[in-house]
């Protein structure tokens, strides 16, 4: 069988962020890059689909400049068996459905039967790149899965709802699922797979959105306005005392 | 009167007697040399190492730890024992030597007899007093073995063996001894020089001469099957010791001590690392399992086995025996045993106690290699966090690596990439970078440096973690990478001098970091700052208090830095209480072999169990010179509920404290 992944690079979200010259994402220097969280989870069931039914060829697919190869060997380490990526130096700024017509652009023609992306990405969180590739490829998306099975064709997921509550939902291929945190503990990739992927193929194509358009502009892009943040208090006990004493007189009313 | 002895009275020194004694001597060196060699088999399974380098230095050690009993002189009691009962019988097999070489060899052929006059009268006595000794030190030992039955001691069929054939020999010898004299010495003044032999002869005396001779004749026999027996046996019971363990102090690691072997992973035809069976490890490793006798001296000091973790050093050497010699192809991992595997601090205290100088550390490390590059396997889910957090921003912690050198900003430190034109470069580390408690460390450091008017820079966010914790969990690759990149960064200054704060990042970046061509000084900052107060540079106003201070594992055991710290304390006016266990003996915070990045989740908490220790000193302040260990006993005091008592402190916090006006810098 044949699976696609749908991986992005995203900055560690323990960086220091600062907002771009523009005024419209953030700026990119003084990041630390990892592979965006939801997509290790679609990486890891695809690697655990394979080791269960054997013969299944795994695409790791990944949109963005070229230091994006970096993010795609983890994806290669951890057992995908090829690597596209599409070099596209203005990924960041792109929309949701170019980025999906990018991704159904490669996929149309290729057959896949399970295509796994992330539910989301870390840093522009728009949930939609999955279920739009599978519009556009006209095949059924579920989304927010955290429990998968696989048997001769048919597929079994649990999808996770609002309040908790579960759905399981089955389905056939193709098909493409969007994974969610509680599916599965991504492996750490072991040292003769590391080497292995180094030797992978990795094509790089031309990004091509097929016509698709951006639609969208973004106005404004800061920080949350510090509004009435906590503070904590350290020192001794008895300073700390007088400490909230003054401030209760200073701020508030409560002791007038 | 001539003082001397007929040799072979009684049994004759003829073609009966010489012919079946160097036939049987024959037998039994002949059954050893077979046992041996069976053995070296064995040992051949493992890898190659080449232990044959500065042969002069290894022969020392051989000889001290031997004739000496250094090693074994270290534990008093048993180990006392032990030592008195070796030169005692070291004495016998010399003086029985002595007496082959005179009977058989100097006056057979050329008619020459030294045992005789005064030195035949100090041979008799010392000889009478060392059997003497040895039988009370064996009787010592065995009161401890089988009555006394110390806590952890395994007990074999072997120990009987052995116990039992060294008291026969050593009583037949008295019974010969006394049988001969009561009928050949009693009432001469040859006799007080046999004192033991004479008491025995008086108790023998009603037997009558011809019953003498007979008892004599049996018991002389007797002690010849016993001592070839024993020969014989040497390499079939834990009699090997005296031939392996002996051996061992000539083929130990030489050092620098703790550092690992470098895996070469531009080496791509290599398709397993660490072990995970016995054929993975060196041949010294099955080795010294052969040399193990069981002491349980690395199990009593090993901060796991002690605080109710399943691992005991001891059982580690000896699994890996047991299935060399029964098993070879059986899994290593699961025969010691993961949570053992995981368990080990790398403290080296089992290592550095270890009269049969045995390497545990290396191989526990083995067996972690094997699991984290070869299955992905981690102590736990944290672990694995660490290590990814750390490919991500260069720390375990997980903060983001472009806030490093955020703590400096405020002290005018600024980043080498900044300013190059340093007098030393200040390796951080992790904790002192993010870690608030430890930030306080690295601040009091650079006042220490500035008050004594060093220019110091730091790497600030080109500094990465030095790869210690990752390394000695295994995870080899990722160490590397690390020091591969340190390395061409600090090198990239032309940095000229290191001081790091970190006793992990000491001991990695000066021995670890020279197998990829670094060779930049390291010195930790208690030596440091003892020199600067030495010097003349730094002066620090003596102001009363009362500490007890933890020698680090990687400053203490792996370099033997116990003084400059202690000369520190004394400078800031410490009285220093020291805990029972301190320096080479000191026990470990839970934190090293990369645990500061794991969960403790068996038996009793290895930090809390020192915080107690340091809080039976009566001291106030807790003195630390690790980040780790600090924050381990941060964490401890308020695990053993003791914060209003003991504080736990850097030694440079303490100096900071207490800084004098300073000489005017020239």
Not at chain 2, 494 to 503: D, L
Not at chain 2, 548 to 577: F, M, Q, V
């Amino acid at each position: 069988m044949k699976i696609l992944i749908c991986i992005k690079q995203v900055p560690d979200m323990e960086s220091k962020f600062k907002i771009n010259g523009e005024g419209n994402w953030y700026d990119r220097t003084d990041l630390a890059w990892r592979m965006n969280e939801y997509d290790e989870y679609a990486v890891e069931q695809a690697v655990r689909l394979k080791e269960q039914v054997g013969d299944a060829d795994l695409t790791v697919l990944c949109i963005g400049p070229d230091q994006v190869k970096e993010t795609m060997k983890k994806a290669l380490a951890m057992g995908c068996d090829r690597g596209v990526q599409i070099g596209d130096n203005d990924a960041h700024k792109r929309e949701p459905i170019e980025i999906a017509a990018m991704i159904a652009g490669f996929a149309k023609d290729k057959n896949f039967d399970i295509i796994f992306t992330g539910m989301q990405s870390q840093d522009r969180g728009s949930a939609q790149v999955g279920v739009m590739v599978a519009e556009m490829l006209a095949i059924p998306a579920v989304t927010t899965i955290v429990g998968f099975s696989f048997d001769n064709g048919a597929v079994k997921v649990k999808r996770e709802l609002e309040g908790g509550s579960k759905a399981l939902v089955s389905t056939t291929t193709p098909v493409l699922l969007t994974c969610q945190l509680g599916l599965n503990t991504p492996r750490y990739p072991t040292l003769p797979n590391i080497m292995k992927a180094k030797k992978k193929e990795l094509l790089t194509l031309a990004p091509d959105t097929g016509g698709v358009c951006a639609s969208q502009e973004t106005a404004a892009f800061y920080f949350p306005e510090r509004k009435g943040s906590g503070i904590v208090l350290e020192g001794d006990v008895s300073d700390l005392a007088d400490k909230l004493i003054q401030l209760l007189k200073e701020k508030t009313g409560v002791l007038a | 009167m001539e003082f001397t002895r007929e040799i072979y009275w009684n049994v004759g020194h003829g073609f009966t007697t010489l012919a079946p004694m160097y036939g049987l001597l024959l037998v039994a060196l002949t059954v050893l040399v077979l046992g041996c060699l069976k053995r070296i088999k064995v040992y051949r399974l493992g890898q190659p190492l080449d232990r044959t380098d500065q042969r002069g230095l290894r022969m020392r050690n051989l000889l001290e730890s031997v004739l000496l009993q250094t090693k074994v002189f270290r534990v008093p009691g048993a180990g006392t024992a032990h030592a008195l009962f070796f030169w005692s019988f070291f004495i016998l097999m010399i003086g029985t030597s002595l007496i082959v070489a005179q009977a058989d060899f100097t006056d057979l052929f050329f008619g020459v007899k030294f045992l005789k006059g005064t030195f035949y009268k100090l041979f008799s006595v010392v000889l009478d007093l060392a059997g003497l000794i040895a039988i009370l030190m064996l009787g010592g030992l065995l009161v401890r073995r089988y009555l006394i039955r110390p806590e952890g001691l395994l007990t074999k069929s072997d120990d009987a063996v052995m116990h039992g054939l060294l008291l026969a020999i050593l009583v037949t010898g008295f019974l010969i001894e006394g049988a001969r004299m009561a009928v050949t010495e009693l009432n001469t003044p040859l006799a007080l020089w046999s004192p033991v032999g004479l008491v025995t002869a008086k108790m023998l005396t009603s037997l009558g001469e011809g019953g003498l001779r007979t008892l004599h004749a049996g018991l002389w026999w007797l002690h010849l099957l016993l001592a070839l027996a024993f020969i014989a046996i040497i390499p079939y019971t834990k009699f090997r010791h005296i031939l392996t363990s002996s051996a061992n102090a000539y083929l130990a690691d030489l050092g620098p001590t703790g550092k690992l072997t470098t895996i070469n992973l531009e080496d791509e035809t290599t398709e397993k690392f660490g072990a995970s069976e016995v054929t993975d490890l060196r041949w010294k490793d099955i080795f010294d399992a052969d040399a193990c006798t069981l002491c349980k001296r690395c199990q009593d000091r090993c901060p796991a086995y002690t605080t109710g973790k399943p691992l005991s050093p001891m059982q580690v050497i000896n699994q890996i025996g047991e299935i060399s010699f029964t098993n070879p192809a059986a899994n290593l991992i699961d025969t010691v045993g993961r949570e053992a595997i995981w368990a080990c601090t790398t403290c080296r205290a089992c290592q550095d106690i270890c009269p049969a100088s045995i390497e545990h550390v290396s191989k526990i490390i083995e067996m972690r290699r094997n699991l984290v590059l070869m299955e992905g396997e981690f102590p736990g889910e944290e672990v694995m966090t660490a290590m990814e957090q750390t490919e991500v921003n260069g720390n375990p912690l997980g903060m983001g690596y472009a806030a490093r050198g955020d703590w400096a900003e405020a002290l005018g430190i600024t980043a080498l990439a900044e300013d190059a034109e340093v007098e030393v470069l200040y390796f951080v580390g992790c904790y002192a970078s993010f870690d608030k408690r430890n930030i306080a460390v690295a601040k009091s450091f650079v006042k220490l440096c500035q008050a004594a008017g060093v220019k110091v820079g730091i790497l600030g966010k080109e500094e990465k973690c030095c790869g210690e914790p990752m390394r000695k969990m295994g995870n080899e690759y990722l160490y590397q990478t690390l020091a591969m990149e340190m390395i061409e960064t600090i090198k990239g200054y032309g940095v000229k001098k290191i001081v790091t704060t970190c006793p992990h990042c000491f001991n990695t970046l000066t021995k670890d970091y020279r197998d990829f061509d670094f060779a930049i000084e390291v010195v930790p900052h208690v030596v440091f700052l003892d020199e600067l107060i030495t010097t003349g540079r730094l002066r620090i106003k003596a102001e009363p208090f009362s500490c007890t201070y933890h020698d680090s594992c990687y400053l203490g055991r792996h370099n033997n830095l116990y003084e400059a710290p202690r000369n520190l304390i004394r400078t800031a006016g410490g009285n220093l209480t020291e805990m029972a266990q301190n320096r080479d003996q000191a026990f470990c915070c839970s934190a090293g072999g990369g645990r500061i990045m794991a969960e403790e989740n068996l038996g009793e908490r290895i930090n809390i169990k020192r915080v107690r220790m340091a809080v039976d000193t009566g001291a106030d302040q807790l003195l630390a010179n690790c980040p780790f260990c600090l924050t381990m006993f941060e964490d401890g005091v308020k695990g053993a509920d003791v914060e209003a008592q003991l504080r736990p402190k850097d030694l440079a916090e303490i100096l900071a404290e207490r800084l004098a006006e300073q000489p005017q810098s020239v």
